[in-house]
């Protein structure tokens, strides 16, 4: 895969994050947002499905030979051309909140958990990550690497309870009680996208999470990897549950060490 390859697919990944970003942010804006549940405490809009089909429209004129694989619309049969990984609100529970933590998340790939191109769009702040495998990752434009702390004491670490899986709560708070032991400060945003790009520009600098799709990270292990910084799975993963940690890449084997 070369260099024009990649970055004709960011422009369009770009070109596609922002309209749908325009989108949604409109549908809010004038109330049009209807929420529904699917699973205990998984949540989506109109506004969701809507930003989908938007994505997915905007890369068929373009690239109208490669499939797609939408948290809304799932698995489209794969073409061997490369396959989109949408997230199409990353943050639904904050969006019809009304909290402004939630993103546009958009990656493609060949093979399977290695994007080479990730988009997130934090719409609200009209802050754009961007990244394309060998050339970096940028927020609007701006290079952005993962920040410099390999004392773990001075770290602040992402942690995000199963909120979907409360079975899985006793393990969870277990390890995140370890975390919290040895580092400044923990945070958790409800954006598995917008926490990813947050390590890869250095505001963060670890992250432990359970449970999630695919869909929900892609985008934002695109931006890491190029940010200089390290996302590992736990155990078995596939396009429907993920387990991890991501870290800047100094404290990684500590964060490893307190969930294991």
């Known amino acids: 895969m070369n260099d024009v390859q990649k970055r004709a697919h960011l422009d369009v990944a770009v070109d596609a994050a922002r309209k749908a970003g325009a989108l949604v942010k409109s549908m809010m804006e004038q109330g049009d947002v209807r929420v529904s549940e699917k699973h205990m405490n998984d949540f989506v809009t109109n506004a969701d499905r809507a930003s989908e089909t938007l994505i997915i429209s905007t890369i068929k004129e373009r690239f109208p030979d490669e499939s797609f694989f939408g948290e809304e619309s799932g698995e489209q049969e794969r073409s061997g051309n490369g396959r989109w990984v949408i997230d199409p609100i990353d943050g639904t529970t904050n969006y019809f909140h009304g909290i402004p933590d939630w993103t546009i998340s958009i990656a493609w790939e060949i093979e399977p958990f290695h994007p080479l191109v990730g988009v997130v769009y934090v719409v609200l702040q009209d802050e754009l990550f961007s990244a394309a495998e060998g050339d970096g990752a940028r927020l609007n434009g701006r290079p952005v690497h993962v920040s410099s702390t390999d004392d773990h004491s001075r770290a602040v670490i992402v942690c995000v309870p199963p909120h979907r899986h409360h079975d899985a709560a006793p ?3 277990a390890a995140e009680q370890r975390i919290f032991d040895g580092c400044s400060d923990l945070r958790s ?7 990813l790009a947050y390590i890869a520009c250095g505001r963060l600098d670890g992250y432990y999470e359970r449970f999630l799709g695919y869909y929900d990270l892609a985008g934002g292990l695109a931006l890491l990897r190029e940010a200089g910084g390290k996302l590992e799975f736990l155990g078995t993963h596939d396009d429907t549950h993920c ?7 100094k404290i990684h084997d500590w964060l490893r060490e307190q969930v294991r």
């Open 189 to 195: 945003f409800g954006s598995c996208a917008l926490e």
């Open 171 to 173: 393990a969870y708070f």
């Open 243 to 249: 387990d991890f940690i991501a870290s800047n890449g």
